[in-house]
């Protein structure tokens, strides 16, 4: 009974590799073959912005919509605003970028 059960984990185990290597080749596919999601979009823009040491990204919103990109919340400086929009556009599947981004009021010391 116990080589039954080591022969039917060791057949378990096999199949499972084989589906795990046959659903790695499908998503390597995939990504080359398949248009980029909008999730994945605003992944990729997400990091690009947290990449660039000119924006401050905690205070950037990104949505995707059908490959159009939508920042919003604030930032310091236009150059700041300007260089987000950049930043997002120079991910690849980005169709378009709307900047809705706001200048953040100076505080009094």
């Not at 905690?58 to 150059?79: A, F, P, R, S």
């Not at 980005?94 to 981004?101: A, E, M, W, Y």
């Amino acid at each position: 009974m116990t080589k039954v059960r080591i022969l039917a984990t060791t057949v378990a185990a096999a199949a499972g590799l084989t589906l795990a290597s046959a659903w790695a080749d499908d998503m390597s596919q995939a990504k080359s073959d398949q248009p980029v999601t909008d999730s994945y979009l605003t992944t990729e823009v997400k990091a690009e912005l947290a990449l660039d040491k000119a924006t401050n990204s905690e205070d950037i919103h990104v949505t995707t919509k059908d490959g159009v990109v939508q920042l919003n919340g604030t930032v310091g400086t236009v150059t700041e605003k300007l260089q987000a929009a950049a930043d997002a556009r120079r991910v690849k599947g980005v169709v378009d970028v709307h900047n809705d981004l706001g200048l953040s009021k100076m505080k009094s010391p």
